[in-house]
């Protein structure tokens, strides 16, 4: 069945379930499949439970319900993940908006929220939620979209070649944001050049609609230029996408930013870039993030925000206001210590970014609690070593390191198998009066100890 034939299916039952315990009346339950679970096997019992209609790919489950098949309740496809992706992208193309796509190996939910901030100063906003970033995730995310809203913001994470491929065919983004590349996910891509062609697939999709300025750089980044000139061709220094920068030499930037103090908030000031210093302003902003790494981020938002057409003190309003969740860059204070917690997901580029930032933190009675790496495959011992030997250097000194990977290396650090160990420990013997800095991969389970300590 073609794409538009099931969108029209939708406009007439315009509620989308992928969960037999939850089947509204009149709505599409679709047979999604996982490594684990089988949505074709519960299509009927979902129409029973008050679904219009059902959309398999198991061709038994219609020839075992011909009346169903008959009556259009039991709708056939080949792939319903594919087809769930086909009616999503029917229904982007309903909505004459602009779409941000927004992908990187760190850093892209904070940006994304980020420029959702900047941007609900003018506009109705449409962003991904949680981490609705994926194949299921991000056709959930573009149902939502409805006639109120005036510009979408769309996350898209990857773990394996062809994953953002597969997400801008369905999102057909007209602006796009790579935040940066790094050594994540290695196990599935294969190696850091498989992560820059993957992350890449966004510049490739913008480069095949022509669009060579709607794309947002980092002109600091080198690997990202020179992603970008690749594919568009030409130099970003001279005539494609919108730069932004520290450096204040960088004649091409859209915004040049200048990074004064993370103690420990960042704070920093920002100004167009395309003019002398002496005649544009400069604007301070004194933000709620923690590392002088989102600085860039900031600045992502900021030229999205002065692109749409938000005005500065609109700009820094959102920045300033922002406030980070969900276990990222957060610090807490509680009665006994001062926590820096970063432990949603970590990979070698993230992690030294956090401890560069908190060796260069300006604090007394230092403190890491530091969970595995995970997904790097054969890299993983070296990347692991790398992370030792940065801590060693940068005179880190109380360090507890978490997991099997961390287990592994040579150095002198406690040691401890997962974060149960870890939480027997704090019971016996709390640290006091610290300043510690939680980070590690969300499976090493690190967000449990914040309330501990």
């Known amino acids: 069945m073609e794409s538009k034939e099931l969108y029209k299916i939708y406009e007439q039952h315009p509620v989308i379930t992928t969960d037999s315990r939850e089947c509204p009346e009149g709505s599409i339950f679709l047979a999604l499949k996982g490594a684990s679970f089988d949505g074709n096997k519960f299509a009927v019992s979902a129409l029973e439970k008050g679904c219009a209609v059902a959309i398999v790919d198991d061709r038994q489950i219609c020839t075992d319900n011909p009346q169903l098949v008959e009556e259009g309740r039991l709708v056939f496809v080949d792939d319903t993940l594919q087809a769930f992706k086909d009616m999503a992208r029917e229904h982007r193309r309903r909505f004459l908006i602009p779409v941000i796509a927004i992908t990187g190996t760190n850093g892209k939910t904070t940006t994304k929220e980020l420029i959702r901030a900047v941007l609900a100063e003018k506009y109705n906003v449409l962003a991904t939620e949680g981490n609705f970033n994926n194949d299921v995730g991000v056709p959930k995310t573009l149902f939502r979209l409805n006639d109120e809203h005036e510009i979408a913001i769309i996350e898209m994470g990857a773990s394996h070649p062809g994953d953002i491929k597969t997400l801008v065919e369905t999102v057909e983004p007209t602006t796009g944001l790579i935040t940066n590349v790094g050594r994540a996910h290695l196990q599935g891509f294969g190696s850091f050049e498989g992560v820059k062609r993957t992350k890449g697939e966004l510049y490739d999709f913008l480069a095949s609609t022509g669009a060579i300025d709607n794309f947002v750089v980092n002109a600091d980044d080198a690997d990202l230029v020179e992603m970008a000139e690749q594919r568009f061709g030409v130099s970003v220094s001279q005539v494609i996408g919108t730069p932004y920068s520290l450096n204040p030499d960088e004649k091409r930037a859209y915004v040049i930013g200048n990074v004064i103090a993370c ?4 704070r920093f000031t920002w100004r167009m870039g395309y003019f002398k210093a002496d005649e544009t302003p400069v604007y301070e902003v004194t933000t709620h993030l923690i590392g ?12 999205l925000g002065i692109r749409f057409g938000v005005s500065s003190e609109q700009i820094c309003h959102a920045i300033e206001n922002y406030i980070p969740s969900n276990n990222r860059s957060q610090l807490t204070v509680t009665q006994h210590n001062k926590l820096i917690v970063d432990a949603y997901n970590a990979n070698p580029t993230s992690m030294m970014a956090a401890l ?3 060796r260069d933190m300006q604090v007394e009675n230092k403190m890491a609690i530091l969970g595995d790496m995970r997904e790097l495959g054969a890299d993983s011992a070296k990347e692991h070593a790398k992370i030792i030997d940065f801590i060693e250097s940068a005179n880190i000194k109380d360090v507890w390191l978490v997991g099997e ?3 592994k290396t040579n150095c002198a650090f406690r040691k401890f198998h997962d974060v149960e160990e870890v939480k027997k420990e704090i019971a016996q013997s709390r640290p006091e009066g610290r300043c510690i800095l939680i ?3 969300n499976s090493i389970h690190l967000s449990q100890l914040p309330e501990l300590l």
């Open 292 to 303: 002088s790494y989102n600085v860039y981020n900031a600045l992502a938002a900021i030229v």
């Open 405 to 407: 990977e961390f287990g």
């Open 263 to 266: 103690d420990p908030y960042l």
């Open 356 to 358: 560069k930032n908190f």
């Open 439 to 441: 980070k590690g991969s």
